[in-house]
């Protein structure tokens, strides 16, 4: 690797520390533009990032459901569920 690069380059550990701290605070423009070079260069970071992320907004919407996405149950399956429990 050339040896002006060599500082830019994280291990697959930091990148998923970095992919991690991203989810509680902002990175860092260089944090930011170390974990994107990493995760150009390596799948597996790449895949983890991604998966990272929708596991965060899905846990967000666990905790904080937004209303235009409330399920609404039908007549007919209200009634087959009270049907069911008595």
């Known amino acids: 690797?050339?040896?002006?690069?060599?500082?830019?380059?994280?291990?697959?550990?930091?990148?998923?520390?970095?992919?991690?701290?991203?989810?509680?605070?902002?990175?860092?423009?260089?944090?930011?533009?170390?974990?994107?070079?990493?995760?150009?260069?390596?799948?597996?970071?790449n895949a983890y990032t991604k998966h990272s992320l929708l596991m965060d907004r899905a846990f967000e919407e666990i905790v904080n459901p937004s209303k235009q996405q409330k399920l609404e149950l039908s007549g007919a399956v209200k009634k087959r569920i009270v049907d069911a429990l008595n």
Do not use: G, I, Y
């Open 1 to 45: 690797m050339r040896p002006l690069l060599q500082p830019l380059m994280l291990s697959c550990k930091k990148a998923a520390e970095l992919t991690d701290k991203s989810s509680v605070v902002k990175l860092s423009r260089l944090e930011r533009l170390k974990l994107r070079m990493h995760n150009k260069a390596c799948a597996v970071c």
